[in-house]
């Protein structure tokens, strides 16, 4: 069976979204100028059909039918205060929010979100909220909750050392029971 070898992206889709404004602003300089659309697609690299459809558009609104939207994707359904008392909530800890421990969980911060703001998030769809907002997944040191520090500090003090012992003797030992180094 022949191997598949995977085609190149249409041009489109390698670029950036502030790349992809600028050659349709370019476009329209050049439709500007009086250009074809077969010239315009060469000179942009696009195909024929993009050309066509950016030229359709240039003619309906100008320069401004090619600029595109200011934002790509489905507006926030949380404004920057509503994000802001979020926010606010989660630095202030989850005990602090009635949670049992200081954990932080998708569906934890789901509910702070509908609580402080009234909208309605996914668990699955905080992640993407709170990387937009450059927070991280923190994992939590395991510890005991019983765990007595001093107590720690003490044994390895102490302990340790006397458990650990000196330095083993130069004299060589066997792994044999018999061994007359063993006696």
Do not use: C, N
Not at 15 to 40: C, D, I
Not at 86 to 109: C, K, M, N, S, Y
Not at 127 to 155: F, G, I, K, M, T
Request: aromatic letters at 8%; a positive charge; zero cysteines.
């Amino acid at each position: 069976m022949a191997k598949r070898t995977p085609s190149k992206p249409p041009a489109s889709r390698s670029l950036s979204p502030k790349a992809a404004r600028q050659r349709r602003l370019r476009a329209a300089r050049l439709f500007g100028q009086g250009l074809s659309q077969a010239e315009v697609a060469r000179r942009l690299g696009v195909s024929r059909q993009t050309a066509s459809r950016w030229h359709a558009r240039w003619r309906q609104g100008g320069r401004q039918g090619l600029a595109g939207p200011g934002r790509w994707g489905r507006p926030s359904r949380l404004s920057d205060r509503d994000w802001q008392r979020v926010e606010h909530a989660l630095l202030a800890g989850a005990v602090a929010q009635g949670f049992d421990t200081d954990l932080w969980t998708l569906p934890r911060i789901a509910e702070v979100i509908w609580r402080r703001t009234g909208v309605s998030y996914h668990p699955g769809h905080v992640w993407w909220l709170l990387r937009r907002h450059h927070w991280s997944p923190q994992r939590p040191a395991r510890r005991a909750a019983e765990r007595d520090e001093d107590e720690v500090a003490r044994w390895r003090a102490e302990e340790w050392p006397r458990i650990k012992g000196g330095r083993p003797s130069k004299a060589r030992g066997s792994a044999l029971s018999t061994s007359p180094a063993r006696r």
